[in-house]
């Protein structure tokens, strides 16, 4: 079936400093991945859909300009949490649509801890 | 309004036994989806099983069912034959149609623990 592959897995970071996540989709193209945010002990919330070749869509509240997408090919889409500070620490998923287009893969997710 | 709720914050299971998940749904549209995902410690979301809002039947996927009461906007998931391996953080999702595409909405989760 299917597969999303999220690197890194975990990462703890400076404050100030930058991360990029790497979303990659295996053995599908997908035009279309979409990046979540989880807190402890919460639902998934959606920050944006990064739509490959053009801007990414980001969801109300979320600052385009901290969380940068980057969907330069059909298999790739980036996440970079600029400038972390350690309220960013969070679980971060991406997900993507595969032939099914109503059938979403979740990568396996990235810890981010911003000390 | 909330467009998904899980009333069922954490929730106990007997192993073999079966466990009824709720889930019901907000949405003006007349095409959408319905998921329910499985979220184990390690944090993967593994899809379960998917109800479209015009399939007729309700959806089976192995040991797990969905009972899609469509009038009363209800997905609720049903896990036969509980084993330990279950146990883990369940979201109920959805997909709206049109512009939305494949954006889900997830609900706040319920955390199901299967007790030897």
């Known amino acids: 079936g299917a597969v999303v592959s999220q690197h890194p897995s975990w990462v703890i970071c400076k404050s100030g400093t930058s991360v990029k996540i790497e979303c990659r989709s295996l053995?599908?193209?997908?035009?279309?991945m979409f990046w979540y945010r989880q807190f402890p002990k919460q639902s998934l919330m959606l920050m944006a859909t990064?739509?490959?070749?053009?801007?990414?869509?980001?969801e109300q509240g979320v600052e385009k300009d901290k969380f940068l997408i980057n969907h330069a090919s059909l298999t790739l889409s980036t996440l970079t949490v600029t400038s972390a500070h350690p309220e960013d620490s969070s679980f971060y998923i991406c997900?993507?649509?595969?032939?099914?287009?109503?059938?979403?893969?979740f990568g396996s997710g990235t810890q981010l801890s911003v000390l | 309004a909330q467009k998904i709720t899980q009333t069922q914050p954490g929730m106990f299971v007997q192993e073999k036994e079966a466990v009824t998940l709720d889930c019901t749904y907000d949405?003006?549209?007349?095409?959408?989806?319905l998921f329910w995902y499985k979220q184990p410690s390690s944090g993967e979301m593994i899809f379960l099983i998917y109800?479209?809002?015009?399939?007729?039947q309700n959806a089976t996927e192995g040991r797990y069912s969905l009972n899609f009461q469509k009038a009363r906007k209800s997905a609720n998931l049903v896990i036969s034959a509980s084993q330990l391996g279950d146990s883990a953080m369940y979201f109920c999702?959805?997909?709206?149609?049109?512009?939305?595409?494949?954006?889900?909405?997830f609900g706040g989760g319920t955390r199901v623990l299967v007790k030897p």
């Open positions: 997900s993507a649509a595969g032939r099914l287009k109503w059938k979403l893969f």
């Open positions: 053995d599908f193209q997908a035009t279309t």
């Open positions: 990064s739509n490959e070749g053009s801007k990414a869509t980001y």
């Open positions: 949405t003006s549209d007349q095409s959408y989806g």
């Open positions: 109800q479209g809002s015009y399939d007729e």
């Open positions: 999702a959805m997909r709206e149609g049109g512009a939305a595409g494949n954006k889900l909405t």
